[in-house]
C-alpha cells in the first residue's frame, strides 16, 4: 500500500470515528444514562423516548478493562466488546423493564462500542 494510501484509510477512520462521537454527544449529550444489567453484564442507556431511539454501551469499567487489556497486550488480545447481538438484547431487555411493548426497528453502530437502536412501541 502506498503512503498516499495509508494517510487516506487512516483520515477516513479518524474522521468516521470523530463523526460518531459528535453524534452522539449531539443526540445524547444532554441525556442521563440508566444503569441497566442485562445477560450478566452492565450496561448504560441513554433512552430518548419520544424520538424512539436509545443508545447502549457497557458500563465505564467495562469498557476500561477492555481498552486495558487491549493496550497492555499491546492488541494482541484483540476487541473484547461483546457482538451486537447482546447489544441488541440488551435493549430489548431494557424496553421490556420499562414496561413498554416495543420491538426494535433498526439498529446503527454510532462508535466503538456503543450502539443504537431505533424503536417503535404499541399502546
Same mark, same amino acid.
Given at each position: 500500500m502506498?503512503?498516499?494510501q495509508v494517510l487516506l484509510a487512516m483520515g477516513l477512520l479518524l474522521w468516521t470515528g470523530c463523526s460518531g462521537f459528535d453524534y452522539?454527544?449531539?443526540?445524547?449529550?444532554?441525556?442521563?444514562?440508566v444503569a441497566f444489567? !442485562?445477560? #450478566?453484564k452492565a450496561w448504560r442507556i441513554?433512552?430518548?423516548?419520544?424520538d424512539r431511539i436509545m443508545m447502549i454501551t457497557p458500563s465505564l469499567g467495562d469498557v476500561a478493562g477492555a481498552g486495558m487489556?487491549?493496550?497492555l497486550t499491546?492488541?494482541?488480545i484483540g476487541d473484547q466488546t461483546a457482538p451486537v447481538?447482546?447489544?441488541?438484547?440488551?435493549?430489548?431487555d431494557?424496553?421490556? !423493564?420499562? #414496561?413498554?411493548?416495543?420491538?426494535?426497528?433498526?439498529t446503527r453502530e454510532v462508535v466503538d462500542p456503543q450502539w443504537e437502536f431505533t424503536y417503535e412501541c404499541t399502546a
Open positions: 502506498r503512503l498516499d452522539a454527544m449531539e443526540t445524547y449529550g444532554d441525556t442521563p444514562p444489567t !442485562s445477560q #450478566g441513554f433512552d430518548k423516548p419520544g487489556a487491549e493496550g499491546l492488541g494482541t447481538t447482546h447489544f441488541r438484547q440488551a435493549a430489548s431494557y424496553l421490556a !423493564s420499562t #414496561g413498554r411493548r416495543c420491538s426494535i426497528t433498526s
